[in-house]
């Protein structure tokens, strides 16, 4: 990492020492520890020592997966996404994760076969999940929701991306990639480009950054046209918080940066071809803007992309977003056990042995890992 600032640099407040943003709906959120299992609805109120210790686990897995293959023996875990998508990658990651641990899949995959679509509660039909399965994994489109669901539900519930703000695993995914990279998340920095306003997992991972000692974020931010119509845009430090300092293009703030993290210019926030290429083009990462930098900066991308991140990048040394999305998998292991309150084989063991599963764990020695 370069450890240089910039003269720019210097006059940043660090993200640890700004004042988080308040709540979107101002309501108190729902205390993530309860009846003995852990919800993860928001990275808002974890520690740093949380985070470590979630991609402890992470590595941990990584380095030993048989390790780990019987952890959620016997459990269920159902995916809900309400959110209407052709997108899968969370929900795939977190199906394969859960896999991978032993415990068993409920996929409600398409709402539209459920009584949603007859305009039955997404709460309501949750609550059902509920009864059955140990843990729920939600996505949906509408802020808050997901903290809804978590307060009507008695097992745990894991945000897999919610409205406009909120996408926890995915960021904790986005931390678990840098601090592989550069060995640690203290001093980072990092710069989002393609429209924050717009992605939950570019804030999301503002929040999770601000756990960190002396992170500076640069942003290039794209503003939609009906945003941009409005008489008074809101501003991008009432929606990232103090400390993020904003350029007109990619190119501005590439020499002050570790991290070039990527979100989709959203084309459906544009009126036409025009608007949007002209956004576009402040965001475009590409091998022109690359060629000639130095090849240690890093570029992320939570998927899918657009036009910002074309292909051309895929076969160069910058390319870290594949090895992110391929995180996802260890790093959503590391959430269920979690949220479950389950470690290695120590509880495995005992369950199958319960269930009269025919489970042999290899005889490891296993330590449990202190959440
Ligand atoms: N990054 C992410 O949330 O991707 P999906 O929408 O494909 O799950």
Not at 150 to 174: C, F, K, M, S, Y
């Amino acid at each position: 990492m370069n450890q240089k600032t910039s003269p720019s640099a210097q006059k940043f407040v660090s993200m640890s020492q700004c004042n988080r943003p308040p709540p979107v709906d101002g309501r108190p959120r729902t205390p993530s520890l309860r009846a003995g299992h852990q919800n993860l609805v928001s990275l808002d109120d974890w520690s740093r020592g949380d985070i470590e210790n979630l991609l402890d686990v992470t590595e941990d897995i990584r380095m030993h997966p048989s390790e780990f293959a019987y952890s959620l023996a016997g459990a269920l875990v159902c995916t809900a996404f309400f959110e209407p998508s052709t997108r899968t990658r969370t929900r795939l990651s977190f199906e394969a994760a859960a896999h991978r641990l032993g415990a068993k899949v409920l996929s409600m995959g398409d709402m539209q076969s459920t009584r949603i679509g007859l305009g039955e509660s997404a709460p309501d039909t949750l609550r059902m999940a509920g009864y059955y399965a140990d843990i729920v994994v939600a996505r949906h489109s509408q802020d808050g929701m997901v903290e809804q669901m978590a307060r009507a539900l008695d097992v745990p519930v894991v945000n897999a991306g919610e409205g406009l703000h909120h996408h926890p695993t995915q960021t904790l995914i986005d931390l678990f990639t840098m601090r592989k990279h550069f060995g640690t998340l203290d001093g980072l920095r990092v710069g989002i480009s393609g429209g924050l306003r717009y992605s939950r997992a570019a804030k999301s991972l503002l929040a999770g950054l601000r756990a960190f000692r002396d992170v500076r974020v640069h942003v290039v931010d794209a503003v939609g046209d009906v945003d941009a119509a409005r008489q008074e845009c809101v501003p991008l430090t009432q929606i990232a918080g103090a400390g993020v300092q904003e350029h007109a293009s990619v190119a501005d703030m590439l020499g002050q940066i570790d991290v070039l993290y990527a979100v989709r210019v959203q084309r459906e926030q544009y009126r036409d071809a025009a608007s949007y290429e002209s956004q576009l083009a402040r965001c475009r990462v590409d091998l022109c803007l690359l060629q000639g930098l130095r090849s240690d900066i890093v570029v992320m991308h939570c998927l899918p992309r657009g036009g910002e991140l074309p292909q051309e990048v895929d076969d160069t040394p910058f390319n870290h977003y594949f090895r992110q999305a391929a995180n996802g998998v260890a790093v959503r292991m590391a959430v269920l056990q979690r949220c479950l309150g389950r470690f290695r084989l120590t509880t495995a063991v005992p369950m199958a042995e319960s269930l009269r599963l025919d489970i042999r764990p290899a005889p490891f020695i296993t330590t449990s890992v202190a959440w």
